[in-house]
């Protein structure tokens, strides 16, 4: 289609907020419904959008041409089938639900609708640090890739026991599944399939019915490993990306946000020693700072882009966040000590 994308959004909370505001500043973009059952703020912020009084009717809405939902994971796979099925384009956040069955039954709705573009919510793939760092990787200037080592860690508190996003009937598992997934999709832009999970989950702190702690090393079919750890116990926000090559390093460090509580973003670059100065242990970073966070308009735009122009998904397509959910849930797997436990998740 050309021209202006109709765009109504299921879930007009903080995730939906953020979307109407990138779709309210895009030229090709209108907003024209939405549902939440508390639309209060989303009113005052958008008060000449019409609100309805139920996902479906923004699906079936005849004056749609794109939804985005907005939803905690429940409610997802519904939302996202129900407007596949009334002839809509479809956004959604991540995770695409709660369970990998959720993800495949959004898959073969899909596939009967292959005139139709459906793109999940990984952000981060648009944030400037990680973009610089793809760009380095793919121009091979600091060799092949060797390991990764990530760490994307929260300090919790009284909202995160309190919040939906521990209420295991609402989410199904905890923050791997929650925010971890990033940090995984990252992993799987830069390796291969992945083909060997080992690791330990644990609630180790919150009082909580699903995890709190998810340490994985990941192998994939070329060998290259990847080592994770997803926290709610990190006191001080932290997010770190090292990807080692076989001349150099590149470390993504910090990811901007809206309170900014995870530090500046940047991106440090060294190429490694050789011959005598290499026992040293010492390298020449050079560090890169940025400033604005993109990501999320840029990933709107993308989607537009999509449906204007009639291209393929490039990021975030649904074989990408069966990937990740596959991984995520292979974590969950490995560990039988936890998957005895009462943090478990609802269904493997």
């Known amino acids: 289609m050309s021209g202006t994308v109709r765009v109504g959004i299921i879930g007009l909370g903080k995730m939906g907020l953020i979307r109407a505001r990138e779709l309210a500043r895009h030229p090709h973009a209108e907003i024209v419904c939405g549902y939440d059952p508390d639309p209060a703020a989303f009113r005052v912020a958008y008060p000449d959008v019409r609100v309805l009084d139920s996902m479906e009717a923004v699906s079936t809405s005849a004056d749609v041409d794109a939804v985005f939902v907005c939803t905690p994971n429940v409610y997802t796979p519904q939302a996202v089938i129900a407007a596949l099925d009334a002839g809509k384009h479809v956004f959604s956040e991540k995770p695409p639900g709660r369970f990998l069955s959720d993800i495949r039954e959004i898959m073969g709705v899909e596939a009967r609708n292959p005139g139709l573009k459906l793109m999940f919510g990984f952000n981060h793939r648009y944030h400037a640090g990680v973009q610089e760092a793809r760009r380095i990787v793919d ?39 929650d925010q971890g997934i990033h940090m995984v999709d990252l992993f799987l832009m830069l390796l291969g399939d992945i083909v060997e999970v080992k690791s330990m ?11 709190d702690n998810a340490f994985a090393l990941l192998r994939d079919a070329d060998g290259h490993v990847g080592m994770l750890h997803s926290s709610s116990t990190q006191w001080k926000h932290r997010f770190n990306l090292e990807i080692y090559m076989s001349e150099g390093y590149l470390s993504v460090n910090g990811i901007l946000s809206s309170t900014r509580s995870y530090g500046d973003e940047t991106i440090s670059v060294a190429r490694r020693r050789t011959g005598g100065a290499a026992s040293s242990g010492t390298t020449n970073e050079e560090v890169i700072y940025f400033d604005t966070d993109p990501s999320w308009e840029l990933e709107v735009a993308e989607f537009l882009d999509n449906v204007r122009s009639d291209k393929p998904v490039r990021m975030g397509d649904s074989r990408q966040a069966l990937k990740a959910m596959e991984v995520v849930y292979a974590i969950y797997r490995d560990d039988a000590q936890f ?7 609802l269904e493997t």
């Open 139 to 177: 121009s091979g200037r600091l060799g092949r890739l060797l390991w990764l080592r990530g760490v994307y860690g929260k300090s919790g508190g009284k909202d995160l026991e309190e919040g939906w996003r521990s209420d295991k009937e609402m989410v199904g598992a905890g923050i791997l599944l």
């Open 201 to 211: 989950v644990t609630t180790a702190h919150w009082d909580v019915p699903v995890e």
């Open 339 to 345: 998957m005895r436990s009462p943090s478990a998740p």
